[in-house]
């Protein structure tokens, strides 16, 4: 089977529509003769995820954004870093007996090892949280994961989670919750629900947020004229540099 959907997906302004028939798929997406095919579209997904936060870092310096590794919080700092080695992908995937890791989080993995974009405007004393993306390395993933994360359901049932980022109370050194995880499932997935964060999103879903508010997703709950207008300018121009994922 040609790889049809990723060449759709390479077209720009069709990536939403690829997704679309990825969903129409539904578990036929991980079987022969789509799952090739399928895997080529979310790995371009996260280097244009990778491209994206090097152009927002990039333009955030420039526009008085100081990055800061909160009391040291990320143990080997880098604001965004590139992985350059080489992952086994299949034999990462089940690594947990509780359940399967999903693709989306193992191609972040394989393109992105850590990204880290706590910090603040130098002249803006923001009210709230600004939720700064921050992805664990894949070293402290597994060191956070030692113990999988029961959470409940429903009243009779208990599902299990990989914890992948702080809180935004955490990452600001502030007491907090356990912090944001992605579900494991029984079965293979595309992607999983991001568990503990404001919204009902997925991975993909969250990775798409952070990415219209410039890695600082917190302000996606400020109200519009608790945002200075020179901050929403620099988030407007950002987002018109940057591609769809």
Not at 70 to 87: A, F, G, H, S, V
Request: aromatic content about 16%; charged content about 30%; some cysteine.
């Amino acid at each position: 089977m040609e790889n049809i959907l990723y060449l759709q997906y390479m077209k720009k302004g069709e990536e939403d529509i690829v997704w679309q028939k990825i969903a129409e798929l539904g578990d036929l997406a991980l079987t022969k003769p789509y799952i090739d095919d399928v895997l080529l579209v979310i790995d371009e997904c996260m280097k244009r995820v990778l491209e994206n936060f090097i152009i927002i870092r990039n333009e955030l310096e420039e526009n008085g954004y100081i990055f800061e590794n909160i009391e040291d919080l990320n143990p080997d700092y880098y604001i965004i870093d590139p992985n350059t080695e080489k992952i086994d992908l299949f034999n990462l995937e089940g690594i947990f007996p509780e359940g399967y890791l999903p693709y989306s989080l193992l191609y972040f993995y394989k393109n992105i090892r850590t990204i880290d974009f706590r910090g603040n405007f130098s002249n803006w004393d923001n009210p709230y949280y600004l939720d700064a993306i921050y992805i664990y390395p894949l070293y402290v993933f597994f060191d956070v994961n030692q113990d999988r994360w029961e959470y409940r359901i429903n009243e009779n049932t208990k599902g299990y989670k990989v914890l992948i980022s702080p809180d935004e109370f955490v990452k600001e050194n502030v007491s907090g919750g356990i912090g944001y995880g992605l579900e494991l499932h029984h079965t293979k997935r595309i992607d999983s629900n991001l568990l503990g964060f404001a919204k009902n999103v997925s991975f993909i879903e969250y990775l798409r947020l952070c990415l219209k508010w410039v890695g600082l997703v917190g302000l996606d709950r400020y109200d519009h004229d608790e945002i200075p207008d020179y901050i929403l300018r620099i988030i407007s121009d950002i987002r018109e540099k940057i591609m769809t994922i």
